[in-house]
């Protein structure tokens, strides 16, 4: 039988992509189906136990500048981007002056990396078939709440342009969903997340590593929110659709968790 059970958040939902009558026609959001999740839930077992460690201690991590690897498998002209030229691209990308100065989404050393994608050519390369290949590399650095782009020349290894934008809010990384999980599981807005968790699985929720979930870019709109959640947009905020795994999806739009300034706050749905 399927059912909706009103519980902490508002409803836990059986099902996948059972969508709240009413309420989601106000937000103008439906809940997204199960093969649209990050069936990996958090970052990595290894990754977040390194950071977990770092939290506990207090200690900011080391910025490293590494050398970038030699080039490995390339492709040729139009062809997608290979993993090796992924991973070289975004080492010519991180500078020292760029490590040093910027934070990621958990205020580590360096910029958050957003995407890599092959650039498009020159307008007087389109009909040339030994046009180079670039790279664009996308960051975001959460210090400055700065959208950085640079395109790098796949055959020179070197970066040819850096763009800097704000207020622009590109999709969201698995690692920045992560953290807008992990802070909302630590805020004590997320006790309704936490009890609906334990209502629908019986185990104490205490870590992103426990849940799927996507997440949507939230901007702000005036007089929309309370004002904790003004600068979303300029700030990069998230609002999160998360799912029990091989459960329900919980209902957690109402909350707004803004990662720049490291909060939760509450939408009013009227």
Known sequence: MRRTVHRHLGKVMAGAAVAVAGTAVMV??????????????????????????????GAVRPGVVEQAPAEGAKGKGRDPLTDDEIKRVEQIAVNRQLLHTSEDVDG?????????????????????????????????????????????????????????????????????????????????????LKADYKDATGHELTSPDQLLFNGAVYRATAGAQPAVLDKCGEHRCVRLFPKVKNGPWIDARSLIIDLSARKVARLDRG
């Open 108 to 192: 580590g050393h360096g910029p958050q990396r957003l995407s890599v994608d092959l650039a498009d050519p020159d307008s007087d390369e389109v009909d040339d078939p030994d046009a180079p290949r670039r790279a664009d590399v996308t960051f975001y650095d959460y210090k400055t709440d700065t959208l950085v782009t640079k395109t790098v020349n796949l055959a020179t290894g070197k970066v040819e342009q850096t763009s800097s934008q704000h207020g622009v809010q590109p999709p969201l990384s698995r690692a920045e969903n992560a953290e807008a999980a992990r802070i909302l599981i630590a805020a004590p807005l997320g006790a309704g």
């Open 28 to 57: 103008g959001i439906t809940l997204p189906g199960t093969a649209g999740a990050d069936e990996t839930g958090g970052a990595n077992q290894n990754s977040q136990s390194a950071q977990q460690a770092g939290q506990d201690s």
